[in-house]
C-alpha cells in the first residue's frame, strides 16, 4: 500500500523560507508523477507544484518563482522549497502522487495516493 507523510510545515513570518519534505513507501515512486496541493478551511484543494518522473515540473502561477519543487527518488523523497512566503500562502499542504496522469497535472483529481498534510502559517 502506498504511504505518502508530509514533515516541514510550521509559522514563519512573510518574506521568510519553509522546505517541506514528502517521504514515500511501500511502492518506488520512480515513475510516479508527484505533487504539492494545498487547502484552507472552505476552499478546494488547489495544485501548486508537480514533478513527473522526468523531472518536469509545473507551477501555479501564484507560486511560480517563489516555490521549487524537487525529487529523490533515491531516497523516495518529494521536496517543496517555499521562498518569498506570503501570508496568502498559508494552508495545509499534501503530497500526491499519480501513476498516470492525462492533460492538467495540478488537478486534484488526477492523483489517487495522498499524505496526511502538514500545516503552513505565514503572518504578515
Known sequence: ???????GGGSVKAGESLRLSCTASGYNPTFYCLAWFRQTPGKEREGVATIDFEGV?????SVEGRFNISRDNAKE????QM???KPEDTAMYYCAASAFVIGDPLRPSQYDNWG???????SS
Request: charged fraction near 10%.
Open 1 to 7: 500500500q502506498v504511504q505518502l507523510e508530509e514533515s
Open 83 to 85: 521562498n518569498s512566503l
Open 77 to 80: 523523497t518529494l521536496f517543496l
Open 57 to 61: 515540473a509545473t507551477y501555479a502561477d
Open 116 to 122: 496526511q498534510g502538514t500545516q503552513v502559517t505565514v
